[in-house]
Nanobody, 127 residues
Framework: QLQLVESGGGLVQPGGSLRLSCVAS????????IGWFRRAPGKEREGVSC????????NNADSVKGRFTISRDIATNTVYLQMNNLKPEDTAVYYC????????????????????WGQGTQVTVSS
């Protein structure tokens, strides 16, 4: 069974940076696409960034383009979300998830495509 565990959240001032980690166990990263999603207080969960199973394709939501970068380390089965220039509106619980049916070079930011989810990590951007 695939399991995902996020870490790296915390409290940061506006303009600061954080790096989130998502460690997968049970199957190698090359079998599925990984997405990062977030849910802000009072809002629906939304897609942030994703990376395809072959690592060649990434997608980012318009709200984070130029600020967030997704990457992965096959050797440690870890996907990272580097978040720079953080804004108060980035405050949310961040989740990683796996799309086990994704075509090799494709990833999408539709949460309905994702089957396995981590427990989430809180990111708070505040002065």
């Amino acid at each position: 069974q695939l399991q995902l565990v996020e870490s790296g959240g915390g409290l940061v001032q506006p303009g600061g940076s954080l790096r989130l980690s998502c460690v997968a166990s049970g199957y190698g990263l090359h079998y599925y696409a990984i997405g990062w999603f977030r849910r802000a207080p009072g809002k629906e969960r939304e897609g942030v960034s994703c990376i395809s199973s072959n690592g060649e394709t990434t997608n980012n939501a318009d709200s984070v383009k130029g600020r967030f970068t997704i990457s992965r380390d096959i050797a440690t089965n870890t996907v990272y979300l580097q978040m720079n220039n953080l804004k108060p509106e980035d405050t949310a619980v961040y989740y990683c998830a796996a799309d086990v049916l994704a075509i090799e070079a494709v990833c999408v930011l539709d949460l309905n495509d994702y089957t396995y989810w981590g427990q989430g990590t809180q990111v708070t951007v505040s002065s």
